[in-house]
Structure formats: C-alpha cells, structure tokens
C-alpha cells in the first residue's frame, strides 16, 4: 500500500518555465491537498479537491492551478514559475487525519 | 481570517526532559489534529480531538483539548532522542481543509 505519492521529489525551474506535480494516491480517498511549505511560514494551503472533477481555491492559490480529473490523481501546475514559488510542496489526502506524500522540493532560479 | 499560533518556536531540551507546546485558535474548533515531521520528511498524523477537555495518551505524548475549544497541548514526558521534529497542530477552517500552525521545532540533546 503506497499511500500518497509525489513525482517528482526534486526539480529546478528557471524563471518563466512551466511544470506540473503530480500526486498519486491509494487509499480511495475523496479529499485532496496541496500544500507548500516555507521556512518558518508551516504548511499553507494553495489548493485542494473534495472529490472528481472538483477544485477549491485555498489560501495562497495566486500562480497555481490544479486539476482532479481521476479520483485517485491530483494535479498541481505552474503556469510560469518564478522565484517566489520556491518552496517544498506536499500533496495530502484524507478521510480522517491526513495522509501526506513525501515532497517535492522546487527551486526557481 | 482565521489563524492557529503555536508556542514556542523551537525548544531545545536535555534527553529526559519534558517537553511542551501550545496552540492557540482565533476562532472556536470543532476539532483539533497534531502531525510530526522529522527532520527532512513530511508531516505524519498523530492524532484528533473532538471532545470539550479531551485529554488522550499516546505512550509518551499527552494531547489535551481545551474546555472553549480554542487552544491545545502535547506534552512529551522524559524527550528521547527519535522525538525530534517539528509538531503542528492543525484545525479545520470551514470544512475539509486545515490550517497549520507555524509548528514547534522541538532538538533533544543527549
């Protein structure tokens, strides 16, 4: 049983580019997450998925977008990176307590 | 908006020493969830609490809840040194999605 996967765990942007995070998970969980996380700041929200097909905006979503469009899988894209979004971001799913994945660290240079 | 604080910060305690960190909500919860993070890792479920004055035991880990429903603790009893991390409380802001607290990042010098 896997839990919460994230692909990739490291990546280095430069200015401008784009890419997508994807979160996998197992446990046939409606809820979904994406977090970032920043020193000293803990985990904020950007988005997240009470089920297929849905996305809400959390508190941090400027810069970001997401699709769910399999239950099991969600997606967080940047459309063009800059250097703010550098940062440790963690996907979760839940039904009671949290599961989180194990990271993905991005630089934007 | 809404917001969760903790205190302290960090916190630097002998092995064997307790340990204790608070967490304070703006607005009433209807629930309460603590997760560790160790060093390099991501955050792990510790453990909820519903209940007005809850108190629940993990070994070691002592979590209670407060009366109004506004504030929380973890209180270790004699830290090891695998109790190292950072731990957060978290609480729901209108419905699925939490909100962290900045976390206490808690080293155990042996």
């Known amino acids: 049983n896997a839990g919460v996967t994230q692909t990739p765990k490291f990546r280095v942007l430069k200015t401008g580019q784009s890419m997508t995070l994807l979160c996998a998970q197992d446990m046939n969980h409606e809820y979904m997450y994406w977090y970032r996380q920043d020193p000293g700041m803990g985990l904020r929200l950007i988005h997240y998925s009470v089920g297929e097909g849905t996305t809400a905006k959390g508190e941090v979503p400027d810069g970001y977008n997401v699709s769910r469009l399999k239950k099991q899988n969600f997606l967080l894209g940047l459309e063009s990176a800059a250097p703010s979004q550098t940062s440790v971001y963690f996907c979760a799913s839940s039904y009671y307590g949290y599961t989180f994945g194990s990271g993905t660290r991005l630089t934007v240079v | 908006g809404q917001q969760v604080m903790q205190i302290p910060q960090y916190q630097h305690v002998q092995e064997g020493e307790d340990f204790t960190t608070y967490c304070n909500s703006s607005t009433t919860l209807s629930n309460i969830q603590w997760y560790k993070q160790r060093p390099g890792g991501h955050p792990v479920f510790l453990i909820q609490?519903?209940?007005?004055?809850e108190v629940k035991k993990q070994k070691r880990l002592t979590f209670q809840f407060g009366e109004a429903k506004k504030n929380s603790s973890l209180h270790i009893t004699a830290t090891q040194t695998t109790d190292v991390g950072t731990y957060f409380c978290a609480g729901p802001l209108s419905g699925v999605e939490l909100i962290f607290g900045q976390g206490t990042e808690l080293s155990v010098k042996p």
């Open positions: 609490l519903v209940k007005s004055g």
